[in-house]
């Protein structure tokens, strides 16, 4: 096992031992996050209200005998967005030789869009314009590279674009940092070329190495954010 890294099997036998209902009251939007956070020493049984009730008593005996006996394993470094301060899973850098992760956009526009064109759009749930480069068109779908807002918001520079006004984000393509996830699992990644640096979710829908698809895009991360650095 790895420095840093938890042991599987002995989080699934904390997390068989726990309620399991996922309720959040601990500070931790799922049970297996909290077990987790027991094998780190970052919390406490007593967070979690439902443990201390009769019927689990029995359960909770055993807890307490496991993580006492269980070393405590240190804490891996965290990645936090800047936006939220919310923690995600893995960054998604872009794929090799290509200066952005690949986006999907879903526009909502009924113009014409072809490949190579510089389009300016911003994305649903989003409040920063993006400038994009069309790498394909495919049934009303577009891939795109970022190349703004950074450079392309001054008022005395020339160039040509099309506004098509508001996307939605329906994935990201990419190269994975971190530990890799499991094809189907939903992730809170960091795409690493997001201005605000805001901490996404989304489905893996395809892996390749460390080559990655995330689909069903959303800026609204169902988790509690990091507080300080404990």
């Not at 042991?7 to 909290?34: H, T, W």
């Not at 439902?50 to 240190?74: M, R, S």
């Not at 300016?120 to 790498?135: E, N, Q, S, T």
């Amino acid at each position: 096992m790895n420095k840093g890294s938890i042991d599987i099997s002995q989080q699934n036998k904390v997390l068989m031992l726990l309620p399991g209902y996922n309720c959040g009251i601990c500070g931790y939007a799922r049970c297996d996050e909290f077990a987790g956070a027991l094998l780190k020493s970052r919390t406490q049984l007593e967070k979690c209200r439902f443990l201390y009730q009769e019927i689990f008593q029995e359960d909770l005996a055993k807890l307490q005998e496991i993580l006492k006996e269980t070393k405590v394993i240190p804490d891996e470094k965290k990645i936090i967005g800047v936006m939220d301060n919310y923690e995600a899973d893995i960054i998604l850098k872009p794929l090799h030789g290509e200066e952005s992760c690949r986006e999907t956009l879903y526009p909502f526009t009924r113009e014409k869009i072809k490949a190579g064109e510089i389009i300016r759009y911003r994305p649903l749930g989003c409040p920063i314009i993006h400038f994009a480069k069309v790498l394909e068109e495919n049934h009303g779908l577009i891939t795109v590279h970022l190349v703004g807002p950074c450079h392309r918001i001054d008022s005395e520079a020339e160039f040509e674009y099309k506004d098509i006004g508001v996307c939605m984000v329906g994935g990201f393509q990419g190269t994975i940092e971190g530990k890799l996830p499991r094809v189907g699992e939903t992730v809170r990644f960091l795409p690493y070329h997001c201005m605000m640096q805001k901490v996404h979710s989304g489905v893996v829908v395809q892996l390749e190495g460390r080559q990655a698809i995330i689909e069903g895009i959303d800026l609204k991360v169902w988790a509690p954010p990091v507080k300080g650095n404990d």
